[in-house]
């Protein structure tokens, strides 16, 4: 019912930057909360950055004053702008999204979009 198509993935040099989209498919549907996580070889899943519908946001303390995250309700996207990548940064990012339906949550993911940062 609900599909995330994440871009905007690619090779970058470490300082450089990079913007990440997302677009959530699904007609009716309001996305409470929207965001990226990210997962580097070999770790866990981690939490990246949420905005809320309402505009509240979250970052992880490793991106903080790096990276940007911003929505469009009406597009349902959500975008990640990320600049002074470090070589850290690589990972499969992953964009996410929670709605609710028919008073059911549910928490919906993109395939990913990896990003590879260059030292």
């Known amino acids: 019912q609900v599909q995330l198509v994440e871009s905007g993935g690619g090779l970058v040099q470490a300082g450089g930057s990079l913007r990440l989209s997302c677009a959530a498919s699904?007609?009716?549907?309001?996305?409470?909360?929207m965001g990226w996580y990210r997962q580097a070889p070999g770790k866990q899943r981690e939490l990246v950055a949420t905005?809320?519908?309402?505009?509240?946001?979250n970052y992880a303390d490793s991106v903080k004053g790096r990276f940007t995250i911003s929505r469009d309700n009406a597009k349902n996207t959500v975008y990640l702008q990320m600049n002074s990548l470090k070589p850290e940064d690589t990972a499969v990012y992953y964009c996410?999204?929670?709605?609710?339906?028919?008073?059911?949550?549910?928490?919906?993911w993109g395939k990913g979009t990896l990003v590879t940062v260059s030292s």
């Open positions: 699904g007609r009716g549907f309001s996305f409470n909360v």
């Open positions: 905005i809320a519908r309402g505009g509240t946001i």
């Open positions: 996410n999204a929670k709605y609710i339906y028919i008073f059911t949550n549910y928490n919906s």
